[in-house]
């Protein structure tokens, strides 16, 4: 986790509301990345950036949104929140030969 | 969709047994990466092994890759309590983008 914080850790919100989670880190990479985890699914890429306001999407993109206006924050927002989006998120930062990640945020939909 | 499938899902052993999960990809790959999770946490990137290796070792950690059967394995020996967690392996096949399998869960009893 070094280098590498999310907020908030927890957060329980309502169907249909917009949330964001926070993504800080301190290495100075260039790459960031969010994946959401899922039982039985590994860790899927939602976006990624690969520098300030370059952004690209991943596998499961759908319903998420991202912004990098700073090297070192990296915001992942669901525009409207749905139960399926219930998940633990982790942003990660590297590059092709290691990443590395947060503690993760767990998100409830309800 | 998942690039690396893992085997076995779940993994019990006794202290001082080794330990051996199975990853199998579907595409070419650059490079296989290894990372262990504790529950609770992110993922701490263990061992990589490049396309052209077959080998490699860092203490209690052999990874072997077979191209031509698309798979690899990682193999824990003399495992401890303190192993006990969750493993991933992730192929990089194209720029800095990983995709990970789903994971096998190792429990080491004392």
């Known amino acids: 986790d070094a280098g590498i914080t999310q907020s ?3 957060k329980v919100t309502e169907t249909g509301t917009p949330v964001t989670l926070r993504c800080h880190q301190t290495e100075n990479h260039r790459y960031m990345y969010w994946y959401r985890q899922d039982p039985g699914h590994g860790l899927r890429l939602i976006h990624y950036s690969y520098g300030v306001k370059d952004t690209d999407k991943g596998e499961v993109s759908d319903g998420y949104s991202v912004s990098r206006s700073k090297t070192e924050d990296f915001l992942l927002t669901l525009e409207s929140a749905t139960s399926s989006q219930t998940s633990v998120y982790f942003c990660a930062t590297g590059q092709s030969h290691e990443q590395y990640f947060g503690p ?4 409830t939909v309800t | 969709s998942q690039q690396g499938e893992e085997d076995p899902q779940a993994l019990s052993i006794q202290e001082g047994e080794n330990a051996t999960m199975n990853c199998s990809y579907k595409t070419s790959i650059n490079n296989l990466q290894w990372y262990r999770q504790n529950s609770g946490r992110g ?4 061992i990589l092994i490049r396309s052209n290796e077959r080998e490699k ?3 209690r950690l052999r990874v072997t890759l077979d191209t031509s059967k698309k798979s690899s394995s990682l193999l824990i020996t003399a495992s401890r309590a303190a192993d006990t967690a969750s ?3 992730a192929t990089n096949n194209a720029g800095n983008m990983l995709t990970f399998g789903g994971g096998t869960r190792l429990m080491v009893k004392p």
């Open chain 1, 8 to 10: 908030p850790r927890h």
């Open chain 1, 104 to 107: 993760g945020t767990r998100l």
């Open chain 2, 43 to 46: 993922l701490v990137h263990l």
């Open chain 2, 57 to 59: 070792h860092s203490g």
């Open chain 2, 87 to 89: 493993y991933f392996c």
